[in-house]
């Protein structure tokens, strides 16, 4: 069963990985086509500070599950590393720990995001400026939710790692 889940996980968060990087070329694309329109032919993209700012959000909540898949998740781990050395069972357990704090941080954000997202799916709210460039929310709202959904299951995962295992417990992802 957990295998069947982190195969699954583990898939979901490679292809929300990649759709992060299409969203990367796709905004290298609008800021490049604003730059040119605007240097050569003095009609810039009208929308692409708002295009910028949406894609940002985007573009980390994609990729924040595989970084946390791959154990890449940016933390300071000195002592982790100090007490792995001296003690590998406490290390492996406080690396545990740090997931489980993590995966429980992450559940607050779903938790918090899900009542965002059914009001903007209910609303159809929107960002930017009207008759310029206008832009729904419910889909960053719904990105962000289903991102931290999956990160929980990615620390869950981490957690529910055998204690003896071959790979080094500070590649945990936390």
Same mark, same amino acid.
């Given at each position: 069963?957990r ?7 583990d ?8 759709a992060g990087?299409?969203?990367?070329v ?5 800021v ?5 329109a ?7 993209f009208?929308?692409? *500070?708002?295009?910028v700012?949406?894609s940002?959000?985007?573009?980390v ?18 002592f982790?590393?100090?007490?792995a *050395? ?6 492996r ?12 941080f992450m559940?607050?954000?779903v938790?918090a ?9 209910a609303?159809q709210?929107?960002?930017g400026?009207?008759g310029v ?18 990160? *929980? ?5 981490h ?5 003896i ?9 936390s």
């Amino acid at each position: 069963m957990r295998s069947a889940v982190k195969r699954l996980a583990d898939g979901i968060a490679m292809a929300a990985n990649a759709a992060g990087t299409l969203v990367v070329v796709l905004l290298v694309a609008v800021v490049n086509y604003d730059i040119i329109a605007r240097g050569l032919f003095n009609r810039p993209f009208l929308g692409a *500070v708002e295009v910028v700012q949406f894609s940002m959000v985007l573009i980390v909540f994609l990729q924040l599950p595989d970084v946390i898949r791959v154990g890449r998740l940016t933390r300071s781990d000195g002592f982790l590393g100090l007490l792995a *050395v001296r003690a590998p069972r406490k290390g492996r357990l406080l690396s545990r720990a740090i997931d489980l704090i993590s995966a429980i941080f992450m559940a607050l954000v779903v938790y918090a995001m899900w009542p965002e997202f059914l009001e903007m799916w209910a609303s159809q709210d929107y960002f930017g400026v009207p008759g310029v460039f206008t832009a729904p929310w419910w889909p960053v709202k719904l990105v962000i939710l289903l991102s931290a959904g999956l990160c *929980v299951v990615h620390f869950l995962l981490h957690v529910a790692r055998p204690l003896i295992d071959d790979q080094p417990e500070l590649e945990s992802g936390s």
